[in-house]
């Protein structure tokens, strides 16, 4: 039976999984108000649609579809300005822009569908943070970072219909938390 795409999903909702994993930071200071940081991460997310209409092959009105998970490489580079308020400089508050290449790796497929493929991206990210000086050489570290990531992900259902396959665009967009020493 060959479905015509655009009745089998007019919009395939999907959905992530929240995740906590370690972050390695390295920051070069290049005067004392400009610096670079590096972030260096990586993490699994469970992905899913929700409220799928399949009913052209024979499915459900309303299904939530697994479409197994993926793991990300998101290294991000991210230019940095430190502000420094108060003369005896123990808070150093500070803000940030930069860009982030995720690439998708060891995708593993869900229990419907045949296979799902992601296109590694170029992202661009903010951040705001803090530094604690403990003394001249450590401080505590505080800081939000929100990357604006979309992908292509495409959807090979040609287990359920012929030839069908389901491109779309995945909004990730996740913030990150950090605080380290």
Do not use: C, R
Request: hydrophobic share 40%.
């Amino acid at each position: 039976m060959k479905v015509p795409k655009s009745e089998l999903l007019e919009v395939m909702s999907l959905s992530l999984s929240n995740t906590f994993v370690p972050e390695l930071d390295f920051t070069y200071f290049f005067t004392k108000h400009f610096a670079a940081e590096l972030i260096l991460g990586t993490t699994k997310y469970d992905l899913n649609t929700v409220g799928s209409d399949i009913s052209a092959i024979g499915g459900p009105t309303n299904v939530n579809i697994d479409l197994g998970n993926v793991w990300l490489l998101p290294p991000t580079l991210t230019l940095q300005y430190h502000f420094t308020p108060f003369e005896e400089k123990v808070f150093k508050p500070y803000i940030g822009a930069g860009v982030n290449y995720t690439i998708y790796y060891n995708v593993e497929d869900g229990n419907t569908v045949k296979n799902v493929s992601y296109k590694n991206n170029v992202a661009y990210d903010f951040q705001v943070g803090f530094d604690l000086m403990l003394n001249e050489t450590f401080f505590i570290n505080v800081d939000a970072k929100k990357l604006f990531l979309k992908t292509d992900v495409t959807v090979d259902a040609s287990n359920l219909a012929t030839g069908l396959s389901i491109p779309n665009e995945v909004t990730i967009n996740p913030l990150i938390l950090g605080m380290g020493v």
